[in-house]
T-cell receptor, first 112, second 113 residues
């Protein structure tokens, strides 16, 4: 069965510091992987996605993620966090049938 | 910016009332979804549709029902609201093929008192 694990429920970083949010997935075939961001009271916005090819993918707002098949991971990174990055981040895996499975999310707090 | 809209954004309603949460998309997507999200929790799929006249229940059991009479419209109905239905409801649609992506509405925050 497909599943997504985000081990970190909440992360606090200082503005300007680097960030890495962890995501592990369980899926039998080559996964379609996504990172979404959700600001309070809003829907989810796509940050980036991986289907195939280059395992390092670039997204919006300066985010990137690296797919590591051997570790079943798709961690999200940003070299320098801004206060506006404070939000909830969701990792997701999608099947070819377009079923999306989301992790429990990681809440990011940015301190000045 | 995604062209998927949910109304109302916020709703406070009394127990026993019937409510319909609206979701519309102008992108022509065949597949649409309803997720339920409690604060600080993951998204749980409660309904989905692969096209007109197609509706299926998701992984999380829900007392709500959905309909898909038109491609662009996927309303969710609660016949008799209860406090346990208090949650955020997110509607989504997907673009298939090589550009697979889920587009989300802004959500409806439902409070049943």
């Amino acid at each position: 069965a497909q599943s997504v694990t985000q081990p970190d429920i909440h992360i606090t970083v200082s503005e300007g510091a680097s960030l890495e949010l962890r995501c592990n997935y369980s899926y039998g075939a080559t996964p379609y992987l996504f990172w979404y961001v959700q600001s309070p009271g809003q829907g989810l916005q796509l940050l980036l996605k991986y289907f195939s090819g280059d395992t390092l993918v670039q997204g919006i707002k300066g985010f990137e993620a690296e797919f590591k098949r051997s570790q079943s991971s798709f961690n999200l990174r940003k070299p320098s966090v801004h206060w506006s990055d404070a939000a909830e981040y969701f990792c997701a895996v999608a099947t070819p049938g377009n079923q999306f499975y989301f992790g429990t999310g990681t809440s990011l707090t940015v301190i000045p | 910016e995604a062209d998927i809209y949910q109304t109302p954004r916020y709703l406070v309603i009394g127990t026993g009332k019937k409510i319909t949460l609206e979701c519309s998309q102008t992108m022509g997507h065949d597949k649409m979804y309803w997720y339920q999200q409690d604060p600080g929790m993951e998204l749980h799929l409660i309904h989905y549709s692969y096209g007109v006249n197609s509706t299926e229940k998701g992984d999380l059991s829900s007392e709500s029902t959905v309909s898909r009479i038109r491609t662009e419209h996927f309303p969710l109905t609660l016949e008799s609201a209860r406090p346990s239905h208090t949650s955020q409801y997110l509607c989504a649609s997907t673009l298939e093929g090589p550009r697979l992506e889920a587009f989300f509405g802004q959500g409806t925050r439902l409070t049943v008192v």
